[in-house]
């Protein structure tokens, strides 16, 4: 792990943080909105919103949130789903084992970006351990974030995809999620 990241666990306060897997319409959307404005303020990318809606109805949206406030947020969905950019890659990826698909992790820009993350991953690890079939997720990540991803246990597979909006392709990992529960809770001094 980068010194940089291992500083910014280290050094982020905790808050009154509150993490829940979206079930109604109006939890979904504003999740929904919550990721459409971290992306287009931090990244300037906008989505297709009818696809982002189909994929937000087909998985998992987890939300976390500080004082009430969205401050990350992610989507998962089973894989291989015809919803994914990945779709394409299914029979490469198979080797992994992979039975969902992580993606749409966004937080709030903040010196605590990066522990919401974790918070985030860790959390929405232990949850769909305990409330899904699912045990094994692959993702795509910018490959400056490798560091982090690699913080629960994330592998990189030497795989890369094209995403749309995107400059550069984007690696592709892959992990289990009772690694990242694990792993996570520790960082973070929480038992899965």
């Known amino acids: 792990m980068s010194a940089a990241v291992a500083e910014v666990f280290d050094a ?8 829940t897997c979206a079930s109604s319409d109006l939890e979904i959307a504003r999740a929904a909105a919550f990721r459409r404005r971290v992306f287009m303020d931090r990244r300037g990318v906008s989505f ?33 789903s015809p919803l994914s950019p990945l779709t394409t890659l299914a029979p490469a990826l198979a080797v992994h084992g992979a039975d969902s698909e992580v993606g749409r992790i966004a937080a709030v820009a903040s010196p605590q970006a990066v522990r919401f993350s ?24 910018h490959p400056r974030l490798l560091d982090f991803y690699r913080v629960v246990g994330a592998k990189d ?12 392709p984007h690696r592709i990992i892959c ?18």
């Open 12 to 19: 982020a306060p905790a808050g009154e943080l509150t993490f």
């Open 118 to 141: 974790l918070v985030l991953l860790t959390l929405g690890s232990i949850w769909l351990l305990r409330n899904t079939g699912m045990s094994r997720y692959v993702a795509y990540c």
């Open 48 to 80: 297709d919103e009818a696809l982002e809606a189909r994929r937000d109805r087909e998985g998992h949206v987890l939300l976390l949130r500080d004082a009430g406030a969205p401050v990350a947020t992610a989507r998962v969905l089973p894989h291989p």
């Open 157 to 168: 597979t030497g795989l890369s995809v094209a995403v749309p909006g995107r400059d550069e």
């Open 175 to 192: 992990g289990a999620y009772a690694d990242a529960a694990r792993l996570g809770g520790q960082r973070l001094g929480i038992a899965p």
